[in-house]
DNA sequence: AGTTCTAATTATCAATAGATTAATTAAGCT
DNA sequence: AGCTTAATTAATCTATTGATAATTAGAACT
């Protein structure tokens, strides 16, 4: 192994990069944004040296603001998903002065444009398939503030009984289809590229009448469903 | 940059790895199955020299069978996706001596044990996220073989009329909504780990007879619908 | 038991990419 | 004009990893 000598060229005149000069907290901003984009684009295997070179900044940069590209991906992540829920969703969908039908179309017209949107999906799939334990905070959140919320004002749509008790898988699982369908849809559209000539807002308007129509009859059904394996 | 000499230690006696030999299909057909198992964990990103430690066999052997890795993959894929239709459901899903709600039932009951499956699910998202144009083609099938047929049996279901025309975009997203559905289901699943304590069966179930009871409905409707963007 | 064929191994190569370091440069505030 | 420090230049380390060349040995055949 030949011994390594430490030789470093001292730069006398070089073409310089143009360089802007930004306070740090900025900075980081700016790297941030552009690396969900990247990463949404790239997944796990997006490279530093890309991502600062679309950034138009130098590599080196990016380790004065973020230790690894670990921790850079892990902001990412958190970004993506603490954004993904408005708070006024939750007054909306307990709303009950509003047509179920109603809170629902406007939820999830909103919620395509947040959340079901390109670059959100696929971080969602990329942080999932690598293992990242962060989808299964998400779908809590979903469960607690969507789910069960629709479980209730499905209840109060479709009988009149009070008393039902806690609300059971099998009933979350009948509300999971709905908000599926709308996930896969937009799995369709920015994972693989289905493209469709459709009404979009007919399209929402149609699944959700179509499920709300089903509910009335088949979700006071789920009362008594005894939950086994 | 220094000239650099190839030299290659000839070895006198090293320990051997104990050696397996075997005819060449036979060893190739090991390594695709491995490398399915493989990939539809680790995705891209997968090593391998890890998949040639799972298979017990060394790493350069992989390459006298596949040219490259990323043809390994490529055939990988293309086997997950081959392995993805069983051609009795063709006959199952227009066989309309038997009602559709069994029909249904039947093929789903299948298909989540053969495509809606840990491997197939992750290797098609893994695919669909880096691009590959494979889960095109799949969509297509799908929609030939899936969509179509049973846009075609609700026609017959909701409606005498005969002369619908071709099938709509808008009538194939109305069926779409029940398979996204349990595609959303399976990806919670084996993607987020998202466990439920329910009764497959009766979920399923449940989820058909809601769709078709919504279908009667308003399946009809989409007779007169115009398609505009 | 030796010969031969070639499957499988051992030993590397070469390129990539995350991360670090030192010196230098210049933006913009006071 | 001077100072502070953000940012660049430039070089490099190190580990990883896809891929290849050279060597070894399993088993079928004679």
Redesign the pocket.
């Known amino acids: 192994m030949p011994p ?21 907290s ?2 980081r901003e700016l790297i941030l944004a552009g690396a969900i984009d990247y990463f949404a684009e790239l997944g796990f ?8 070179e679309r950034l ?17 991906m892990e902001e990412v992540f958190e970004i993506i998903f603490l954004d993904s829920w408005q708070k006024e969703w939750d007054a909306l969908l307990e709303n009950s002065s509003i047509p179920l039908k109603k809170r629902l179309v406007t939820f999830y017209q909103q919620y395509f444009e947040d959340s079901f949107s390109r670059r959100w999906i696929r971080v969602y799939l990329y942080s999932g398939l690598a293992g990242t334990g962060m989808n299964q905070k998400y779908l809590k959140m979903i469960r607690q503030r969507l789910i069960d919320p629709v479980c209730m004002a499905l209840r109060a749509l479709c009988s009149d009984d009070k008393n039902w008790g806690p609300i059971s898988d099998d009933e979350r699982e009948f509300v999971w289809v709905l908000h599926g369908s709308f996930f896969a849809y937009a799995t369709r559209k920015y994972i693989f590229n289905h493209e469709t000539k459709i009404n979009f807002e007919g399209y929402l308007t149609r699944s959700i009448e179509n499920f709300l129509d089903g509910a009335k009859a088949n979700y006071p059904k789920l009362r008594s469903v005894k939950t086994s394996s």
């Not at 390594?4 to 740090?24: D, F, L, N």
């Not at 295997?45 to 600062?52: M, P």
């Not at 900044?57 to 230790?67: G, M, V």
Request: hydrophobic share 25%; net charge positive.
């Open positions: 390594k000598v430490a030789k470093r060229k001292i730069s006398k005149k070089t073409p310089q990069k143009s360089r802007v000069r930004m306070a740090p900025q900075r295997t997006g490279k530093t040296r890309e991502l600062s138009g900044i130098t590599q080196p940069l990016l380790y004065r603001y973020f230790p690894s590209k670990q921790v850079l």
